[in-house]
Structure formats: structure tokens, C-alpha cells
């Protein structure tokens, strides 16, 4: 009982939010990220661990400084959730301005890999805008939540605009018909999902569980693999969602050697956006060879 009533609260307060101005959406995500970052917790040194192990170099000071910036970021996109799960397709289309190197209504088989970064989901924002810009249907996977009065909500507001959310742990055969279609596909790749349909491989050079999916669909769909990056603009007013041209000679029939060519790209990528990308996962928790999580 009391689990029913915090979860229908927490459906009220994403309600809340999503009518209110965008800035004051944005300014209590702040608050709250600035709250979280201040109060100690075990996501506060995954996100520590994270930044010591990826960039060596940095003094205990600017990892600080660095952790302290995300956690204020992770806090605007949880309350910026609310306008993307429950916001209607002309509010979530306001928040990211969306370039594209090819044209997404051309209905090749093609993959956009989205990274992990803080912001907007990308198969929401490309869903919303896919009607008034022609583009096909919008699938994406999705893990599911332990929490199943949110997981089958969450679904459902993924979906609103036509989208397609498949699920993670299910068959893929429904995703590979997708592409064949010419359906527009997005995968975010780069977190550790297990050793299953994984091999460790460079990224930040440790070597890194990673899924090798992007690179099997590819090649059994014979689909181009496009990357797609969105990033807070420079002002941090909005975001940027940029689709890259196809990936030249990928994928290859080697999916270790493809799989590390995508962690190098999403390396290059984080570099410039450091303070956005998703440092709460457990990027490296597991090891090879029997070795000690770092967590």
C-alpha cells in the first residue's frame, strides 16, 4: 500500500513538472543534482572511481570539481524526464535542435548508436519529431525497470508518438525486422550488461566489458551504423542531437575489432563532454581474467 502511494506520488510530481516552464524545470534539476552531490552515497565514488580511472592524470581536486558538475547535470535530466516521459512532442522538440548527415525518411536499414550521456533519450525526441519530418517508426531497447508500476508507465510514455521500445532481455527478431524495414533503430551500447554477447575491449585504455550487438545486427541486417551524439549546446540552454554519416567499413565480419572501433569513438566523444556522460554506471565492474572490481 504504501508502495502504491509513493509511486503514484512520484507520477504526480512528473506531472507537476512537465507544466512548468522549462528554465524552472531546469533550475530545480540543478537543486536537486547540487543535493545529491553534496550527500555522501555509493553512486557519489562510482562516479569518483570512474573519472580517477579514465583520466589518470587529473589532480584529486579537478576530479572533485568534475564529479560535482555531473551530479548537477544528472539532476537537470532527471527533472527534464518529466518533459520528455509526459511532455507533448512540440515541448520535447523544443529542448534539442536535431542535424542530420543523412536522411533519416530514406528507409535504409540503418542503427543509430546513442551514447550514454546525461541528457535527452534519443528515441523519444526522434519519435516526437518523426511526423511532422517524415521519418519511419522509432525502435529502441530498453532494460527493464525492477519496479514494474513505473517500467510498464515508462514504456507507454516512451511510445506516446509511435515509438517502439523492445525489450533488452528479449527476442531480437522483432528488432532485426525493424531495420530490414528501413525503420529507424537506436541502440545506447556502451554500458557493461553482463559477459554474455560481450568481450573486453580498450575504452579509455582499461580493458572494458562491452556487448557486441551493434556490430552482429548490422551484419545479419545489413544496415549502415550511424553515430548519434546529443550534447548540452556550449550555453547550456538546450540540446544538440547530431546523426553522423554511416561509419566507413563498418560492420566488418569481426565483431571484437568493430565493437572496438565504436568504444574509441565513444572515448573521442566523451573527451569533449566530460562532465555529461553517465558516470554513475559501473562502467568496469566486470573484470578479465578474474580480477578485482574497482567498485
Known amino acids: 500500500m504504501i508502495k502504491a502511494v509513493f509511486n503514484y506520488v512520484g507520477v504526480g510530481i512528473l506531472a507537476l513538472l512537465s507544466r512548468l516552464p522549462y528554465r524552472l524545470v531546469v533550475l530545480i534539476g540543478y537543486a536537486l543534482g547540487s543535493l545529491a552531490g553534496h550527500i555522501p552515497s555509493k553512486r557519489k565514488q562510482v562516479v569518483k572511481t570512474n573519472l580517477r580511472l579514465c583520466f589518470p592524470l587529473l589532480s584529486e581536486r579537478e576530479i572533485n570539481v568534475l ?25 520535447v522538440s523544443k529542448m534539442v535542435d536535431v542535424k542530420s548527415a543523412v ?12 551514447m550514454h550521456f546525461t541528457g535527452i533519450e ?24 525492477k519496479n514494474p508500476f513505473f517500467n510498464e508507465r515508462i514504456i507507454r510514455w516512451r511510445n506516446r508518438f509511435g515509438g517502439n521500445a523492445i525489450d533488452r532481455q528479449g527476442n531480437l527478431l ?11 533503430i537506436i541502440i545506447a551500447p556502451d554500458l557493461d550488461l553482463g559477459l554474455r554477447d560481450s568481450v573486453f575491449v580498450p575504452f579509455f585504455g582499461i580493458p572494458t566489458n562491452t556487448i557486441t550487438a551493434v556490430s552482429r545486427l548490422a551484419l545479419i541486417a545489413k544496415a549502415e551504423v550511424c553515430m548519434m551524439v546529443t550534447t548540452l549546446l556550449p550555453d547550456r540552454s538546450h540540446y544538440s542531437c547530431v546523426i553522423s554519416k554511416p561509419i566507413d567499413g563498418f560492420p566488418s565480419d569481426d ?36 580480477q578485482v572490481s574497482p567498485y
Open 103 to 114: 536522411d533519416l525518411s530514406d528507409q535504409k536499414p540503418r542503427i543509430l548508436v546513442n
Open 122 to 145: 534519443g528515441s523519444i525526441v526522434i519519435s516526437a519529431l518523426g511526423k511532422e519530418r517524415g521519418w519511419p517508426r522509432t525502435s529502441g531497447l530498453f532494460q527493464r525497470m
Open 67 to 91: 564529479a560535482y558538475d555531473h551530479w548537477k547535470l544528472l539532476g537537470r535530466s532527471i527533472a527534464e524526464r518529466s518533459v520528455i516521459w509526459l511532455g507533448s512532442a512540440n515541448a
Open 174 to 184: 522483432p528488432l532485426i525486422r525493424e531495420i530490414r524495414k528501413g525503420n529507424l
Open 255 to 290: 565483431h571484437i575489432a568493430d565493437t572496438a572501433r565504436l568504444n574509441a569513438i565513444y572515448e573521442a566523444e566523451i573527451r569533449q563532454h566530460v562532465a555529461e556522460y553517465y558516470w554513475v554506471h559501473k562502467r568496469f565492474k566486470n573484470r578479465p581474467d578474474g
